[in-house]
């Protein structure tokens, strides 16, 4: 039997939200902010190969925010750069924070959950709401997939793939309603809470140090923000 | 052939109630539901977890070490190992199949049902699966499947079917003739992960006016292999020629080769069966299918509403209906009884009496020894 492996020790996960939220909401320095943002965030994603996520956030998410910022704030009502790039920098901190904490591997998924003290009805809703993101991700892909099979897509490229989008919706909306009613019978056949209140846990291993340095690092990030 | 005291094995041609014979069945004398797998495995895993361990975990929950060990046993003989870590939503068609039967057998209650899932698996798995049913004496396991002789057996019970059943009638069926084509695959392999080929130095020439059966076990690559056929994955190594020259299908996905998916829901977008035969282009031809594939009683309806039989039928009409040189069609027995399977192989003959050329991927040989294929082992 192997044990399970977390990134994060599901408690100090809840201490790294609670201690980086509020810090984050007390934050009134950029420099403050960006030195946790690179001491402490960018090394958890490096350690976790969870990088290249992360950039694609700051790419896509707080680059355009942070354009549309200096488009209100500096150029319409004259405000400067540093009083956006503070707000963005929160925000992108705020972000990160709740991102790593949300940034569960698939087999440690129950496990933390259960460490949580989360059971019954709750624990059943809140893992098929994980896994059912996952689900229709990949079902739409693969709707995307079937209609490039049929020869309906002319051309790949990006223009074509959103245009694809509504004529998704009735394959996918038809499988999300039989896969749900088949599902639920089957909970019900397989007596699903039983199952899940007889999880057996294992036991736990976790990075120690990386554990220590981000709990260390965001109480001295609270601290000095307060 | 020899029984299996504990299973039931039910029989009969589509629309003879088999389903319903067994859903009717699934109570035990305690008014307990049976445990019931149905024809899409994947909806019968649970839905919660994200890996097949833990899946696998979440089912062996509350059981006995006689079960635990000889699902074990099961599942490492049919390689599941390596596939420990990987999404459950990530596994081939039958590897779903297998998990969602191993993880059913799993619980703690001795009555299953399994409905037409056993047809996506290859001989050598089914062997181990019926293998471990008579390990475990105490479960009561009914199987309706349209297979089962296929699979060594005779059934404990045939269905008879209404005289109405929608017909497939290859008569009915007429084709477009097309130029010659062949491709040549050299030297070519994939891998969906840093670790592991799915293809390995593959190299082949198809040609049309040819039936090509591709097997192998259960993730051999067979699907991967109609996916790059079709254009729908990019190759990322190793070459293809059309007629002699570099010819790179990513770049015109479906447009030489057509592929119906095993999995038809995916592949219906229509809001009737009428527009997903390209009825509003080609009625006169859309009509002519609907007749063929037995969906003229259907042309109105909403395709997601038909049942599975027919929205298998209708996935592989639908394929048919934009003319292509080659056609590729994955599972296309699945559901089937043995006489639409034999209409299906002479349907796939005319394609290439005319001109085509036909891939199947098929763990289910018998339903094409009539006619002149070729067998390619992927294994």
Partial sequence: MKDVFYSIHPYTRICF?????TGTIFANRITILSLYWLFTLIPFFVINRKLVSHIKVLLFVFLPIYLSYILIYVWASKFGFDYVSFRVAKLMVFATVIQIFFSFKSN???????KWKFKGNLLLVILGTFSVIDDIVKQSDKIVTARYARGFIKDRNIYNTIKQIPQTLVPLFAIAIRT??????SWERKDMLSLLSNWEQKRYRT???SDIWILITTTLYLVISL | MVQIKNIELIGGENFSGRSAYLREKNCDNNSRKRLFIGEIPSNYLS??????DNEIRLHR????????????ALLKKCDFDKHLFKNSFNLSGGEQALLAVACHLLIDKDDLAIDTVLEQLSSSWILHLFDTFRKLPHKKIMISDNRIKSYGFEPDMILQHNNDKPLIDSKKFQINTSEDINFLLDDISFSYSRFQNVLTNFTYEFETGKIYLLNGKNGAGKTTLAKIL???LKLKHGKIYKNGLIYVPYSYPGKIVGYSFQD?????FANTVFRELNGNVDSLKANMLAKSFGLSDFMEEHPQDLPFVLRKRLAIAATLSIDRSFYIFDEPTLGQDDNTSKELAKIFHKLTTGGKGVIIISHFKEFILEYDSIDINLS
């Fill in chain 1, 17 to 21: 939200l609670a201690l980086g939220i």
């Fill in chain 2, 61 to 72: 929950a509350n059981n006995n070490q006689q079960i635990i060990v000889e699902i074990d």
């Fill in chain 2, 230 to 232: 079709s254009g729908v």
């Fill in chain 1, 207 to 209: 990075h120690y140090l």
């Fill in chain 2, 47 to 52: 839905g919660l977890t994200t890996t097949v």
């Fill in chain 2, 264 to 268: 038809p829901d995916e592949q219906l």
């Fill in chain 1, 108 to 114: 440690e998924q129950i496990d933390t959950f259960l």
């Fill in chain 1, 180 to 185: 749900s009613i088949e599902r639920s019978d």
